[in-house]
């Protein structure tokens, strides 16, 4: 029940990443310069705590995502059924930002 | 007794004159996303780094270039969709909602349009 809000929440939050995403690409066309600026800012120790919550984000909202397309096909949804698979979608969006970052550094 | 008109029914737009194109339009760009997202996921794990060289190779291999296209735009409009909807849940004010959705279209067209010229740039000068 509660990841209701959190699809919410997590999807207001990829918003933001999204700006974060067109500011990569757009600095980067800018050039080396205004990139640097792009660059410093997202090294920093909080643009690097920002960028581990988008990716818990974006896994979150990633499979519950899925969990929802399987709704819309009517399938999963008894109470035990939408019980188990909350805990799948946690589990999986903690392990997917784990793998993320382990294959990243 | 419907009183629905024929036409009305056939055209299947409800009384909001836009029928289901806001759910199903959700659904199609969350099921591209679920492929562009993992894709794009993937490439900035394995990114060898995020220095200006190797952002602009990133960004100016072609097949990267049609990818990042399709992922920033497909993503602009889910989130269009979706902070449409928080905006009508959450603001209240009929003044401030409206202000609000215009805003909100207003920069997620600024930011797909801000992605498509920064890809372009990038990859017809790679």
Same mark, same amino acid.
């Given at each position: 029940?509660?990841?209701?809000?959190?699809?919410?929440?997590?999807? *207001?939050? +990829? &918003?933001?990443?999204?700006? %974060?995403?067109?500011?990569? #690409? @757009?600095?980067?066309? $800018?050039?080396?310069?205004?990139?640097? *600026?792009? +660059? &410093?800012?997202?090294?920093? %120790?909080?643009?690097?705590? #920002? @960028?581990?919550?988008? $990716?818990?984000?974006?896994?979150?909202?990633?499979?519950?995502?899925?969990?929802?397309?399987?709704?819309?096909?009517?399938?999963?949804?008894?109470? $035990?059924?939408?019980?188990?698979?909350?805990?799948?979608?946690?589990?999986?969006?903690?392990?997917?930002?784990?793998?993320?970052?382990?294959?990243? $550094? | 007794?419907?009183?629905?008109?024929?036409?009305?029914?056939?055209?299947?737009?409800?009384?909001?004159?836009?029928?289901?194109?806001?759910?199903?339009?959700?659904?199609?760009?969350?099921?591209?996303?679920?492929?562009?997202?993992?894709?794009?996921?993937?490439?900035?794990?394995?990114?060898?780094?995020?220095?200006?060289?190797?952002?602009?190779?990133?960004?100016?291999?072609?097949?990267?270039?049609?990818?990042?296209?399709?992922?920033?735009?497909?993503?602009?409009?889910?989130?269009?969709?979706?902070?449409?909807?928080?905006?009508?849940?959450?603001?209240?004010?009929?003044?401030?909602?409206?202000?609000?959705?215009?805003?909100?279209?207003?920069?997620?067209?600024?930011?797909?349009?801000?992605?498509?010229?920064?890809?372009?740039?990038?990859?017809?000068?790679?």
């Amino acid at each position: 029940m509660a990841l209701s809000i959190l699809h919410r929440m997590t999807g *207001v939050v +990829l &918003s933001l990443g999204l700006v %974060v995403l067109v500011s990569w #690409l @757009f600095d980067a066309a $800018s050039g080396p310069e205004t990139y640097a *600026v792009f +660059l &410093s800012v997202m090294d920093s %120790v909080i643009g690097k705590l #920002l @960028f581990v919550g988008w $990716s818990f984000a974006f896994f979150f909202h990633l499979a519950n995502g899925v969990r929802h397309l399987l709704w819309d096909t009517g399938r999963g949804l008894d109470k $035990s059924e939408a019980n188990l698979s909350s805990w799948l979608v946690l589990t999986g969006a903690v392990v997917l930002t784990a793998v993320f970052w382990w294959l990243a $550094s | 007794m419907s009183l629905r008109t024929p036409l009305g029914r056939v055209l299947g737009l409800g009384t909001a004159r836009d029928g289901t194109s806001h759910w199903w339009g959700q659904r199609v760009t969350a099921i591209a996303l679920l492929f562009l997202g993992s894709w794009f996921a993937w490439c900035i794990a394995m990114m060898p780094g995020f220095g200006y060289a190797a952002a602009i190779a990133f960004i100016g291999r072609p097949m990267n270039s049609v990818l990042l296209l399709l992922f920033s735009v497909t993503l602009a409009y889910h989130s269009y969709l979706g902070i449409q909807v928080v905006i009508e849940d959450y603001v209240h004010a009929p003044g401030v909602k409206l202000v609000a959705l215009i805003l909100s279209r207003f920069a997620h067209v600024l930011l797909a349009a801000a992605a498509i010229f920064a890809v372009l740039k990038i990859g017809l000068n790679a």
